[in-house]
């Protein structure tokens, strides 16, 4: 056989949350050691569980659903999706704009596919969830990132948004809540991006899976709802909101004006019927999902999981020398900086991997996220209060010596 060369268009496609560093993890957990795995934000490894009825609807729609069903979806779930959007406000959308996928994941690849050809660029947040950028890249297409400011608790900049912006931009992506930062946007930043996207001829992009993980009581704003005179796809999904990562049901919607996207559309309609459909069963469970965010919601308000580990890491992260975190707003995630200069960090990955064998941790290095410098990581906070106190007593102990 001839050598078997990795295809030229990879190049620049990487993925770092299932990368090197959880090879090594891998290879470690092979020879006998436990892996604290804090790679993927994938609740139920972490003891957490789907409603009993979720779970049991599944194991009951999985009898039935021999079948392919229509590429876009099943209809009962895309009208409960399409009800869902009218829910927040965003307006005009029908069974006939959503599109499910095995998660949100393949249909943002879809999406990327359809949309780029060689040169055309994609504003893509830094730190972004690396998804969007490796599918730009895979597409043919350029991730431009455009900065979030930690200053401002990882808010969009919009000043370097708008200095991004090439004859070549053909879409501005906003993940809201952010993944890796868990800041949740402010409606002026979005009216603010909208419009950026109004007055250059762009579509807007909007991954929103954690818009059902929002503490606080802050409200969570769909972008698509403050700007209907726009083209808009909106990415949403149950991995998250109802732990079940593993049943892989995701979705997008298209909203708004669609004056001049006949074409994008065709060209997502092919792609989506060439993969057939998604998962069948798990599509089944949509409405009845829809309708029941109640133990998602419990988890998120004082004395829930997912708002008692925010606690703990936060303060506890905070307490470590070199170490500084902004309060997520949602989702489960931090993206603490660590001062470069004082443990002469200069590869962040190496950061990690020097973690993973000293302490059998596994995290994911900020550049992972698309974000330029060496100086922050991500911390996925989902294991119980006892476990964030240990794992930080061991990222405590790690710095207390090291130096690159
Ligand atoms: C921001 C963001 N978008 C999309 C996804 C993928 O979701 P799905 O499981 O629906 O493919 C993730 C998963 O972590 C994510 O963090």
Aim: proline residues 6%.
């Amino acid at each position: 056989m001839k050598p078997l060369a990795k295809a030229e268009k990879l190049a620049q496609v990487r993925y770092e949350v299932r990368g090197p560093v959880l090879d090594e993890a891998e290879k470690i957990a092979a020879a006998g050691h436990k892996i604290l795995q804090l790679n993927t934000g994938n609740p139920a490894a972490f003891g957490f569980s789907a409603p009993q009825e979720i779970l049991d609807l599944f194991a009951e729609e999985a009898r039935k659903s021999q079948a392919y069903c229509p590429s876009k979806g099943v209809p009962e779930a895309r009208r409960a999706i399409a009800a869902q959007m009218a829910k927040k406000g965003v307006t005009g959308v029908t069974e006939e704009d959503i599109y499910i996928g095995n998660g949100a994941s393949e249909m943002i690849t879809v999406c990327m596919q359809a949309l780029l050809n060689p040169g055309d660029e994609m504003l893509i947040p830094a730190p972004d969830y690396p998804l969007w950028t490796a599918a730009a890249n895979l597409a043919g297409g350029k991730a431009v990132h455009y900065l979030c400011d930690e200053q401002a608790n990882w808010s969009p900049d919009i000043a370097d948004i708008k200095k991004k912006i090439t004859p070549r931009t053909k879409g501005i992506l906003v993940i809201n809540p952010n993944n890796p930062t868990g800041a949740l946007y402010s409606k002026d930043v979005l009216l603010e991006i909208a419009q950026i996207a109004r007055k250059n001829g762009l579509v807007l992009f909007a991954d929103e899976i954690y818009d059902h993980l929002v503490m606080d009581g802050k409200e969570h704003m769909s972008i698509a709802s403050l700007a209907p005179d726009l083209f808009t796809v909106t990415f949403n999904g149950l991995s998250k909101s109802h732990v079940i990562c593993g049943y892989r049901v995701g979705w997008m919607a298209l909203a708004g004006n669609k004056t001049g996207a006949d074409e994008f559309i065709a060209g997502i309609n092919v792609l989506s019927s060439m993969r057939l459909c998604a998962n069948v069963p798990a599509q089944r469970i949509v409405p009845a999902a829809l309708a029941n965010f109640t133990e998602t919601d419990a988890m998120l308000k004082p004395g829930g999981r997912i708002y008692e580990q925010r606690k703990t890491i936060v303060e506890a992260v905070n307490a470590i020398p070199g170490l500084h975190t902004t309060m997520p707003d949602a989702a489960f995630y931090i993206f603490p900086k660590i001062d470069a200069k004082r443990f002469n960090i200069t590869d962040d990955r190496q950061f990690v991997m020097d973690f993973l064998k000293a302490k059998h941790v596994l995290l994911v290095n900020g550049r992972g996220f698309n974000w330029l410098e060496p100086d922050h990581f991500r911390i996925v906070y989902l294991p119980p209060v006892e476990e964030l106190a240990t794992l930080s007593d061991k990222l405590g102990s790690f710095l207390e010596s090291y130096r690159q």
